[in-house]
């Protein structure tokens, strides 16, 4: 089964408020990553936190880990219409591996 | 930023048909890219890693004669489908890690959606 699994599975705000996003995992892992994919569109990578980091921040993200819990949250602070796309967390062991996605839209 | 290139965008064409999918790093040398494959509305299933100079290594599941992969040099891996037939149509994405200190990663291109009638 996948390592990764997002929650929500789709999220819909209004633009100005913040959307977290919730992913959950199996195994140890080395680091946990944060992609974004626009429809039709390969993914970019966002954010990496890895195993011994707590929280980490990029501009209006931020990540946290709890590895105790098995768990990783991304943050929108903000949010904007351009925001507006699929986000997927991946935990890389020996490769990486893609949860399902999280359907974000930004409501202008 | 590293950006990888993927060609072609979209392929349509009829059952039987081999069709080839390139994967390029244009600014810097990868000696392992990635092919994966999404289905919609799912996550990307890695179907094998492509390796310079090397075999590439294909995932359980993956058939490794029905997927065809390339890595003849450091900026190129190509995926060939053959004899392709409708279950085969997906959308297939390519990626890379810059190598380097602390590299991890990974640049994907823009994807091919591949349409077989």
């Known amino acids: 089964s996948q390592q990764g699994e997002e929650d929500p599975q789709a999220l819909s705000i209004q633009e100005g408020e913040n959307a977290t996003m919730n992913c959950s995992y199996k195994t140890s892992i080395n680091n946990l990553q944060w992609y974004r994919q626009n429809s039709g569109r390969g993914l970019v990578h966002l954010i990496l936190?890895?195993?011994?980091?707590r929280e980490k921040h990029s501009g209006r993200l931020r990540v946290t880990l709890d590895t105790s819990k098995k768990s990783s949250s991304l943050l929108i602070t903000a949010s904007r219409a351009a925001d507006t796309a699929s986000y997927f967390c991946a935990t890389d062991v020996s490769k990486l591996t893609f949860g399902k996605g999280i359907t974000l839209s930004v409501r202008p | 930023g590293a950006v990888v290139s993927q060609h072609p965008s979209r392929v349509i064409c009829k059952s039987g048909t081999s069709v080839k999918i390139e994967c390029r790093s244009l600014d810097f040398q990868a000696t392992t890219m990635f092919w994966y494959r999404q289905f919609p509305k799912q996550s990307l299933m890695l179907m094998a890693t492509?390796?310079?100079?090397?075999?590439?290594?294909?995932e359980q599941g993956v058939e490794k004669d029905k997927f065809l992969i390339n890595h003849a040099s450091l900026t190129l891996s190509t995926l060939t489908v053959t004899s392709a037939h409708p279950e085969d149509s997906s959308f297939y994405i390519c990626?890379?890690?810059?190598?380097?200190?602390?590299?991890?990663?990974?640049?994907f291109g823009d994807g091919t959606r591949l349409s077989i009638l």
């Open positions: 936190i890895r195993s011994n980091e």
């Open positions: 990626s890379a890690t810059n190598p380097g200190p602390g590299a991890l990663a990974q640049h």
């Open positions: 492509s390796n310079e100079g090397s075999k590439a290594t294909y």
